[in-house]
């Protein structure tokens, strides 16, 4: 996260050495743009709060272990889906679930719709590229999600 | 619109009212949520205001012929290995890669490079596959950008195309 900072520092004060309109009518655009999403980030940040409180890290867990295989990746793509979780936090939760003895190929549905499918992004989503597109685009990652699930699966023969 | 507004308004007045009165009478779940909502706000916080200035930089400095010449309608493979390699190195996911990629397609990216500039936005940043690796083990890591990065640009050069015949338009606040 650091290092964002850095470069968009860098990059803004070499822009201002540079040109200080440009610069100025950047930062302009910037807050504009900001502005207009804003009111639909915090429609989102609301399902994500409710979201969590009602998927916490224990059910999570609870449920991607306790089923099949193939039900295990199928609801770990739903949880994925309708779950938001910065990496930094999946990635640890997943460590743990696979000491746990979660398979592979669950993880990696679970991690992979966590970073491509969003359903609780929708709204966001909506605004810019419009209904249909988001929803198509949603499904396609879905199944990307799914079969990297079972290239993972195979490659660490937990299917055959 | 209009209508739109005032239930959105409603509905997030209804929620702050719904915290406040958890937070004053102790209800717990109530709190909960309050605490998930106000650490997201945070984490967004710090994220979304480099990627607006950057945005914004963007626009001003990057001129349409760039764009148009390297991912526009004649870029070719080299496009996508941009467009992947630009995505990888900037931080905050599929929420910062939406307002990124709606700008590269109003310079002038065509469809398919947008689609797969959010693909890979939202699996192959580098810090964060470094950080998968250190946790899940380089094979997980490999596996999973292997067989998800081809299928990103497969995907998005199908979609592109359809949409593109369709004479799709990406128009912001639609």
Redesign the interface.
């Known amino acids: 996260?650091y290092?964002?900072?850095t470069i968009?520092g860098l990059?803004?004060i070499i822009?201002f050495i540079i040109n200080k309109q440009?610069?100025l009518?950047?930062?302009?655009?910037?807050?504009v743009?900001?502005k207009?999403?804003f009111?639909t980030?915090?429609?989102m940040?609301?399902l994500?709060?409710?979201i969590?409180?009602l998927f916490p890290d224990e059910v999570i867990s609870n449920y991607l272990g306790n089923s099949s295989k193939f039900i295990s990746v199928l609801l770990a793509s739903f949880i994925g889906s309708i779950t938001l979780m910065?990496?930094?936090v999946a990635?640890?939760l997943?460590?743990i679930l696979?000491t746990k003895g979660i398979p592979?190929m669950v993880?990696?549905a679970f991690?992979?719709t966590l970073?491509?499918v969003?359903i609780i992004?929708f709204p966001?989503?909506k605004?810019?590229?419009?209904v249909k597109?988001t929803i198509?685009?949603n499904f396609?990652?879905l199944?990307?999600?799914l079969?990297?699930a079972v290239?993972?699966g195979i490659?660490?023969g937990e299917i055959f | 619109m209009k209508r739109n507004t005032k239930i959105s308004t409603a509905c997030i007045s209804g929620y702050i009212f719904f915290l406040i009165i958890s937070f004053v009478f102790e209800f717990n779940p109530g709190k909960e949520i309050g605490y998930n909502f106000i650490s997201f706000l945070l984490y967004m916080l710090k994220i979304l205001p480099c990627a607006f200035i950057l945005i914004g930089l963007f626009e001003v400095w990057i001129k349409k012929e760039v764009i148009e010449k390297h991912l526009g309608k004649e870029s070719g493979m080299k496009g996508y290995a941009w467009v992947v390699l630009l995505a990888g190195t900037i931080a905050g996911g599929l929420l910062v890669a939406f307002p990124i990629a709606y700008s590269l397609y109003n310079k002038g990216a065509k469809l398919s490079i947008v689609f797969t500039y959010i693909g890979a936005a939202a699996i192959c940043r580098i810090p964060m596959t470094l950080y998968e690796a250190s946790f899940m083990g380089v094979k997980f890591t490999m596996i999973r950008l292997l067989v998800s990065l081809p299928l990103v640009m497969i995907t998005s050069i199908l979609l592109g195309e359809y949409l593109t015949k369709r004479n799709y338009k990406i128009i912001e606040g639609k």
């Open positions: 996260m290092y964002t900072y968009t990059v803004l822009s440009k610069t009518k950047a930062v302009k655009i910037a807050v743009k900001f207009k999403i009111p980030f915090i429609t940040l609301i994500v709060s409710i969590l409180f910065p990496g930094f990635f640890p997943s460590g696979l592979y993880l990696s991690t992979t970073m491509m969003g992004t966001i989503e605004e810019y590229f419009g597109v198509i685009r396609i990652s199944f990307i999600a079969s990297v290239v993972t490659f660490f």
